[in-house]
């Protein structure tokens, strides 16, 4: 798919120009299915002959998807008349470019579209003088290097590209190669090699690989191709780190998104781009800025999201692929959304199905522009236009109530325990402030701390160490983080930032702590009944789905939860309390809860527990 949508829209509009419309209808075009839905037209708005039609891969690995790239483009070569026997060595010396930091890979790489091209002419490579140049290599490394005393080799020509390429080994296709005079270089390396022949494997051939990756990463391409690596930024090492805050400040949370960035660069303005990586990207905040970048500077021609088991049946990975254009247009794009489970072989058939029977309810059209309506940019591409509408003319509810997260104690097993683990009479309950709480001399505290999904009431499981206000974890930072401690021990509403299922929000009374899994919510005492009802409807569950589609339920999309009524007065109060109230006698029913007092089956006076069972049920 990646592929298939960047490469056909060049060779398409070029073959109309060039007045291919009166041959019979391209193969290509049914490499490209997704470009026949489109309500407007791709057009690359330049004729490129197959010659012209630069792929690069700048992660190539071992050469998957140049492997791809060389069967569309020999399809592209043979509908314009080319010679099969010629079209290889053509395609290896002016259309296929990989780049990576592993050898072997590249090696790997290298011997996949070799076979390729002999597969289809096995003499491709007998005549030495006009052979094809494979234009896949290392992205190697200068760190170490001192360029050779000698004459012809001009150290100021030379130094800048070795200590831009210092750190090659980390940063691969990242690196962006200062200006340079190849032309200069390789008149240099060629003197030095007739001049000098004892230096010509060693000196030469380095210098040579040098020049060959500089010109590689400076060149610009119709068509950048990646599966680039994923790497959180906890996981990267000091190098890497240094250089994202630098050069990538604003996409550093995984190095994906930094090679995104890095890939526009390598597109010449009307390029298209594509991607396989993480579908992270459209939603969580920490890529908001990314998302704002691509939706204000550049164009989603097509999205699809593949099941979380199509690669490995056994395995949850959660990946989408895209299409790009390296500009911004005013139009709609393509998203289809193959749904959670399903296995390597399903896919295809669902993707070809969502083609042939575009109303099949899992494709969907939406502009780029739009996502900008919904807070944090996500992009979800399945809302509607009334939702869109909804989201830009409510408050958010950071308008009427303060979410935020609480304590984190650096060190659970000592500052935590379950309730029923210590001494009940040296809990403190129902306290409403952090003074009364010092005062009552306590060392334990209700703390909410998320838990399983449930609505309306419960969770409370946990008490902490917050004796004397607190002193010990104060003497814990900075591991432990104190954070927003003057609504400790307020009326609250809390949820559990990680659940299994749905969002799941629930009534505090005073008297609790909170830490990051039991994020809450700070409102006034004359909205917060209404406010729970409001957050426990199915309505915000999906416009919570709309702005962050995973089970982590973070602070700032609470925060930007569209408030479209008032909370003032409502109909509905005394349902709410009355629901609030279920549920509470529900968790109290049991011995978790510390207001427990007896078992429901045990308050029936039944000479049997069947028929305490049969009169409680009724």
């Known amino acids: 798919f990646p592929s298939h949508d960047t490469l056909s829209p060049y060779y ?7 007045g291919g419309e009166e041959q019979e209808e391209s193969k290509v075009s049914d490499t490209a299915p997704l470009l026949g839905l489109l309500k407007e037209k791709v057009s690359p708005g330049i004729a490129l002959t197959p010659e012209e039609l630069t792929v690069i891969d700048p992660a190539c690995g071992s050469g998957h998807i140049l492997v791809y790239a060389f069967d569309l483009l020999m399809e592209i070569y043979k509908e314009q008349g080319y010679l099969e026997k010629d079209i290889p060595g053509l395609i290896l010396n002016h259309n296929l470019y990989g780049l990576d930091i592993d050898e072997r890979a590249v090696q790997l790489a290298s ?8 597969a289809i002419n096995r003499r491709v490579f007998k005549n030495a003088p006009t052979a094809p140049t494979l234009n896949i290599k290392t992205v190697r490394c200068t760190r170490g290097y001192k360029l050779p005393a000698i004459q012809g080799v001009v150290e100021k020509d030379w130094q800048p590209l070795v200590e831009a390429f210092s750190d090659a080994d980390n940063l691969g296709s990242l690196i962006t190669p200062p200006s340079f005079n190849g032309t200069i270089l390789r008149k240099q390396l060629a003197d030095l090699a007739l001049d000098n022949p004892l230096f010509q494997q060693e000196v030469v051939g380095f210098l040579r690989h040098l020049v060959d990756q500089a010109e590689l990463l400076s060149n610009q391409y119709w068509v950048v191709v990646a599966n680039p690596p994923y790497m959180g930024n906890r996981r990267i090492n000091d190098k890497i780190k240094a250089f994202l805050d630098l050069k990538y400040n604003d996409v550093k949370s995984d190095l994906f998104a930094a090679f995104i960035m890095r890939n526009f660069e390598l597109g010449l303005p009307q390029s298209q781009l594509s991607f396989v990586c993480p579908f992270v990207w459209m939603f969580l905040s920490s890529y908001e800025k990314l998302r704002k970048f691509l939706i204000s500077h550049k164009t989603i021609y097509s999205l699809v999201k593949p099941s979380y088991t199509s690669f490995f049946d056994s395995a949850i990975v959660p990946l989408v692929t895209f299409v790009l254009r390296n500009r911004f247009e005013n139009r709609e794009g393509i998203y289809i959304d193959l749904g959670y489970l399903g296995s390597e072989e399903s896919q295809p058939v669902k993707l ?8 099949c309810g899992y494709l969907y059209y939406a502009k780029s522009a739009d996502f900008s309506k919904i807070p944090g940019s996500a992009i979800a591409y399945w809302v509607s236009d009334k939702i869109l509408e909804i989201f830009q003319q409510s408050k958010p509810l950071n308008d009427i109530a303060n979410p935020c997260v609480g304590l984190q104690t650096g060190n659970n097993d000592r500052f935590l325990r379950l309730w029923t683990e210590v001494n009940i009479n040296n809990i403190g309950f129902g306290l409403d402030s952090r003074e009364a ?4 001399g306590k060392k334990w505290f209700p703390y909410n701390k998320g838990g399983e999904f449930r609505k309306w009431y419960g969770n409370q499981e946990y008490v902490v160490n917050w004796e004397n206000d607190g002193l010990e974890l104060n003497g814990y930072k900075p591991k432990a983080v104190i954070r927003n401690p003057t609504y400790y021990f307020q009326e609250s509403i809390t949820w559990s930032f990680v659940s299994s299922s749905y969002f799941g929000v629930r009534y505090s009374p005073k008297g609790f702590i909170f830490d990051v899994g039991g994020s809450s919510i700070f409102p006034h005492s004359q909205i917060i009944i209404n406010l729970v009802g409001l957050l426990c409807s199915k309505v915000i569950s999906s416009f919570m789905e709309i702005m962050n589609p995973t089970l982590n339920f973070q602070v700032g999309n609470v925060a930007n939860l569209p408030i479209i009524t008032s909370l003032q007065d409502s109909v509905f109060n005394q349902s709410i309390e009355q629901a609030i109230n279920i549920a509470k006698e529900d968790w109290d029913n049991f011995e978790t809860s510390w207001d427990f007092q007896t078992h429901p089956l045990l308050r029936e006076n039944s000479p049997n527990i069947s028929t ?7």
């Open 111 to 118: 011997f996949a579209v070799l076979m390729k091209a002999r």
């Open 437 to 440: 709480a010092k005062k009552s």
């Open 12 to 18: 398409l509009e070029g073959e109309k120009i060039r």
């Open 612 to 618: 305490s069972f049969t009169n409680c049920v009724s």
């Open 352 to 359: 070809l199905e969502a083609i042939k029977n575009p109303n």
